[in-house]
């Protein structure tokens, strides 16, 4: 895929990301400053000076997910149904299957499975976002990580934030 392509769809997840963060059920009261602050760390953590970004950086860690894709996080019936319903709505415009290996991990390495979510939810199939059920986007998710080879288990994902918030994408052995 080229270039442009995947600039813009990291635009489109910085904003899948932001949604889904300040959406999310749990984040009343003390919690809500720190949804804040994670969006502010998300929005100038790149343009900010090291301290701020050292400061983003611990914040993360004390809310970070705690299990990885290398947790049998998906069951492989799921990500069966998931498979059908990517040949029936994703493979006529992504005819090689979902982004796999080092270009996965280029752009969602520490980032976590809501992320992922969340950005397919809101772009994807491209000429119709949003339109198939919350199901059918989850049993997606699950194929994404058979297709990266990420293994399966005995229980299913569930398409509750909470739960993939959870769940941090990293290579085996985890980040570097
Ligand atoms: C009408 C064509 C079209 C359809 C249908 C479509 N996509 Fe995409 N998709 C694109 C294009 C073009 C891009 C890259 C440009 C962009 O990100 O805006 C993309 C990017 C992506 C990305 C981010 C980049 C990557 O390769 O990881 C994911 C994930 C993705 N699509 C998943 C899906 C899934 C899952 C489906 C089926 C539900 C789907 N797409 C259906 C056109 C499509």
């Given at each position: 895929m080229s270039d442009p392509g995947?600039?813009?769809?990291s635009s489109a997840l910085a904003s899948a990301g932001q949604s889904?963060?300040?959406s999310a059920p749990r984040y009343e009261g003390t919690t809500k400053t720190l949804a804040a602050a994670v969006l502010l760390c998300a929005v100038f953590g790149f343009t900010a000076g090291p301290r701020v970004l050292a400061w983003c950086a611990a914040g993360?860690?004390?809310t970070g997910?705690?299990?990885s894709v290398w947790d049998r996080v998906y069951s492989k019936d799921q990500a069966d149904r998931g498979d059908a319903v990517y040949q029936q709505?994703?493979?006529r415009c992504h005819n090689q299957g979902p982004t796999t290996g080092v270009t996965f991990m280029n752009i969602w390495n520490g980032r976590t499975a809501d992320d992922l979510f969340q950005m397919v939810k809101n772009t994807m199939p491209q000429d119709g976002p949003g339109?198939?059920?919350?199901?059918?986007?989850?049993d997606l998710l699950a194929y994404t990580f058979k297709a990266n080879e990420f293994p399966a288990g005995d229980a299913e994902l569930t398409a509750e934030s909470e739960q993939l918030q959870g769940i941090r994408?990293?290579?085996?052995?985890g980040s570097k």
């Open positions: 995947l600039r813009s769809s889904g963060r300040s993360a860690a004390q997910p705690t299990r709505e994703c493979t339109r198939l059920t919350r199901k059918n986007y989850i994408i990293e290579p085996k052995g």
